[in-house]
């Protein structure tokens, strides 16, 4: 059992920036690969980034390529979501997620076994 608690969320202006914190418990961290999702309301919960248990291999939703990156410190158990840029439709509840195996789509929630609680992120106009 992996638990999971985001941090770092807020209000922002459209062209700000948050950094965005996944704490995990457990002595395994470092050998999940783990991902970010975000849920706006009334729509469905869509992937967002992805990284690699080793941090070499990240993949990002095309509506945030080149303005987040998500990286990790597995010294410190700690998963990051740096968004830059941010525009108000990045407004969501944004949730960290630990994926196993390797098996199967790094975009798919289905694929992902642990979740956190959420931190809302809101951009304003």
């Known amino acids: 059992q992996v638990q999971l608690v985001e941090s770092g969320g807020g209000l922002v202006q459209a062209g700000g920036s948050l950094r965005l914190s996944c704490a995990a418990s457990g002595r395994t961290f470092s050998s999940y690969n783990m991902g970010w999702f975000r849920q706006a309301p009334g729509k469905e919960r869509d992937f967002v980034a992805a990284?690699?248990?080793?941090?070499?291999?990240?993949n990002y939703a095309d509506s945030v390529k080149d303005r987040f990156t998500i990286s990790r410190d597995n010294a410190k158990n700690t998963l990051y979501l740096q968004m830059n840029s941010l525009k108000p439709e990045d407004t969501a509840v944004y949730y960290c997620a630990v994926r196993r195996y390797s098996s199967g789509a790094y975009y798919s929630r289905g694929n992902y076994d642990y979740w956190g609680q959420g931190t809302q992120v809101t951009v304003s106009s």
């Open positions: 990284i690699s248990w080793s941090g070499r291999s990240t």
